[in-house]
């Protein structure tokens, strides 16, 4: 079994300024690992994903992540927010190769980007 | 392109009432269908998921029931609602090992 710890449920932060967003996890098998965002009363987009080769994944919306096997994180960035970024973030994980019925999402966090 | 869609997108219901919601998906045939809850501050649980018609597995015992009656659709329902049913609850589908959600449906249980 894996699980997932989002280390912090709110982050807030000015517009223009760097962003990251941490996500642990655990698990005894390889892993995928991906980054959704919910904008409020909606379903979930995805952000990006790791599945395996460059530790370092671009995503959309000028998002990145980095996996970190040694640290067991994939924390998210952006070096620079904007208003529209305000949303809650979900980092989830899976055994690979295993099924998307092993989906393990965090807890969550709330971005919200001030002017 | 695939779309997913659910209704409806808010519903008020009292204590002990039914609940019917329903999902459906467009552009693909034969997917796994989940139904997700998302309590307030926490992530998504898996409720139920689905790999056919009338196939349907739950991951967690409670006071909700789910069917699939044909390929592109799956239904969330209960009997009798209680106070710890309400939440946000979103479908998805998978492609490739990814999952696509729909718009979700919010239940507010009195």
């Known amino acids: 079994a894996q699980s997932v710890t989002q280390l912090d449920s709110q982050v807030p932060v000015f517009e223009e300024a760097p962003v990251e967003l941490r996500c642990n996890y655990s698990?005894?098998?390889?892993?995928?690992l991906f980054w959704y965002v919910q904008y409020p009363n909606q379903g979930l987009q995805l952000l990006l994903k790791y599945l395996s080769g460059s530790t370092l994944v671009k995503g959309i919306n000028g998002f990145e992540a980095e996996f970190n096997k040694s640290q067991t994180s994939f924390h998210l960035r952006k070096p620079s927010v904007h208003i529209s970024d305000t949303a809650e973030y979900f980092c989830a994980v899976r055994s690979a190769p295993g099924s998307a019925r092993q989906l393990t999402f965090g807890s969550g966090t709330q971005l919200t980007v001030l002017p | 392109s695939q779309t997913i869609h659910q209704w409806p997108a808010t519903l008020v219901q009292p204590v002990g009432s039914p609940l019917s919601l329903e999902c459906t998906v467009e552009g693909t045939s034969n997917p796994n269908l989940y139904w997700y809850r998302q309590a307030a501050g926490r992530g998504l649980q898996l409720l139920f998921y689905s790999v056919g018609i009338g196939q349907i597995s739950s991951e967690v015992p409670q006071n909700l029931s789910a069917s699939r009656p044909q390929d592109r659709q799956f239904i969330l329902s209960s009997k009798k609602l209680l106070l710890s049913d309400s939440g946000f609850y979103l479908c998805?589908?998978?492609?490739?090992?990814?999952?696509?959600f729909g718009e979700g449906s919010r239940l507010t249980v009195l």
């Open positions: 998805a589908w998978r492609e490739t090992g990814e999952l696509f």
């Open positions: 698990s005894s098998v390889s892993v995928y």
